[in-house]
């Protein structure tokens, strides 16, 4: 099976050509139908052509961060049939024995701490990686690290978005982990995202 995990998804990529709001040339915002309001039905899509391509991995579990990556995970759980568990951050009291990490807050700067239980991600699970945005890939690596501390598999990342310009993908892969992606960011600038075109 020779699955592209990175073919551009059209829906999404002219979506975000046309409605998505840029700030100067680091943030894209789609808050309308992914990160404030979100719709069911295109989320659900965007899940499917993200479980279709993570199929072949065979995850037993998907794992995301809180608040932003739950909606995208649970679609792609949802559709493969797996549970998802989602590191905490606003209410870290969670089960021990925890592992936890503090990143850069990307958004909102500062910090912040993620928190796992290893009640819900172990030894024997084979572990796929869900996440709204990828930009500097410190949510990702710090997810990928409590994962392979609990004893699991990473077998891939995916996002809704990525910000080729930002250097998460290599970060990732310099891991050993392969990156999936539904939308691919080459430039910001001029109140416009520049996006890799889908085949036609
Ligand atoms: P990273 O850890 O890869 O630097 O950033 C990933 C996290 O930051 C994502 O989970 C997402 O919540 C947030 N993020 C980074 N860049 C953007 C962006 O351009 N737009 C939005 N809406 N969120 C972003």
């Given at each position: 099976m020779n699955i592209n995990l990175t073919a551009p998804y059209g829906p999404l990529v002219r979506r975000i050509e046309t409605e998505a709001t840029?700030?100067?040339d680091q943030v894209l915002k789609i808050d309308h139908f992914l990160n404030h309001r979100i719709e069911p039905?295109?989320?659900t899509e965007m899940g499917r052509e993200l479980a279709r391509r993570l199929a072949?991995?065979?995850p037993s579990v998907i794992l995301t961060a809180?608040?932003?990556g739950i909606a995208p995970g649970l679609v792609v759980a949802q559709a493969l049939n797996v549970a998802l568990v989602y590191a905490k951050k606003y209410a870290p009291q969670v089960e021990s024995p925890a592992?936890?990490?503090?990143?850069?807050?990307?958004?909102?700067?500062?910090?912040?701490k993620l928190v796992l239980s290893q009640r819900y991600i172990v030894p024997r699970d084979r572990v796929v990686i869900v996440d709204d945005f990828l930009s500097n890939g410190r949510t990702a690596v710090a997810l990928i690290e409590m994962a392979r501390e609990a004893g699991a598999?990473?077998?891939c990342?995916?996002?809704?978005v990525e910000k080729r310009f930002k250097p998460g993908h290599a970060a990732i892969e310099a891991?050993?982990?392969?990156?999936?992606?539904?939308?691919q960011v080459e430039a910001l600038g001029n109140g416009r995202a520049v996006l890799t075109q889908p085949e036609s």
């Open positions: 840029v700030i100067g039905g295109f989320i072949q991995f065979e809180e608040a932003s592992i936890s990490r503090v990143i850069p807050s990307p958004t909102k700067g500062g910090e912040t598999l990473v077998l990342t995916s996002f809704i891991l050993g982990v392969p990156v999936a992606t539904l939308a």
